[in-house]
């Protein structure tokens, strides 16, 4: 897909969530996960590792300096949902609520075919640098409620992208920001299908 807003392009956060490590059950197994996450209120501190306050299970492939916070466009959680049911998950019938994907950021305004590895987020007091897709795992089925999640997730570029921490500071739900272009040589959704496709096949 090729971008369809130029650089300069500005967006909203939403909401801010949050999460502990807790127990999930996994093809059978006992896991523990951080991926279901709560909205909070009020403002709350962002450091080089992410938000004050959340944890992640596994720091191998969540975490750490480049994948600090994990942001979503919050237009695709309509489209989530109707793909549970799609997909036989009857049970699933409330609406998903933001941070179900594990997203700390929920956004409007930006979608991954418009951002590239390197662009930056800048809220002011606040700069957060694209570093990659969120690439999905068999957590996110177990959570999705159907087997297909993962594959849905790159077939439709809808998986939200990770962040560094360029600049601390504090973020609130209802702030705007702007993007500023990086090199702009890949963008998020091409990012995804290159590295994930041939582990889904």
């Given at each position: 897909?090729?971008p369809?807003?130029p650089?300069?392009f500005?967006?909203?956060?939403?909401?801010?969530?949050?999460?502990?490590?807790?127990?999930?059950?996994v093809?059978g197994?006992?896991?523990v996960?951080?991926?279901?996450k709560?909205?909070v209120s009020?403002p709350i501190?962002?450091?080089?590792l992410?938000l004050?306050?959340d944890?992640q299970?596994?720091?191998?492939v969540?975490?750490?300096l480049?994948?600090?916070v994990?942001?979503?466009?919050?237009?695709h959680l309509t489209?989530?949902q109707?793909q549970?049911q799609?997909?036989?998950a009857t049970?699933f019938?409330?609406?998903?609520?933001?941070?179900?994907l594990g997203e700390?950021?929920?956004?409007?305004g930006?979608?991954e075919?418009?951002?590239f590895?390197?662009?930056?987020?800048?809220f002011g007091?606040?700069v957060?640098?694209?570093?990659?897709p969120r690439?999905?795992?068999?957590?996110f089925n177990?959570?999705?409620?159907?087997?297909?999640?993962?594959k849905?997730?790159?077939?439709?570029?809808r998986c939200?992208?990770?962040?560094?921490?360029?600049?601390?500071g504090r973020?609130?739900?209802?702030?705007a920001f702007?993007?500023i272009?990086?090199p702009?040589?890949?963008n998020v959704?091409?990012?995804?299908?290159h590295k994930?496709w041939?582990h889904?096949?």
């Open positions: 897909m090729q369809t807003s650089p300069g500005s967006g909203t956060l939403l909401t801010i969530q949050i999460g502990q490590v807790r127990p999930l059950r093809g197994r006992n896991m996960s951080a991926i279901g709560t909205t009020g501190d962002v450091g080089i992410g004050a306050g944890e299970a596994d720091l191998s969540h975490g750490g480049s994948k600090a994990y942001a979503l466009p919050s237009e489209w989530w109707a549970r799609t997909r036989g049970m019938e409330e609406a998903l609520a933001p941070g179900h700390n950021l929920s956004l409007h930006v979608l075919q418009d951002l590895v390197g662009d930056r987020l800048d007091g606040v957060l640098r694209v570093t990659q690439e999905p795992c068999g957590k177990a959570v999705m409620g159907y087997a297909q999640a993962a849905d997730m790159v077939q439709s570029g939200g992208f990770y962040l560094a921490v360029d600049q601390a973020l609130q739900a209802g702030a702007q993007i272009s990086g702009r040589s890949v959704v091409q990012a995804l299908q994930a041939k889904l096949r």
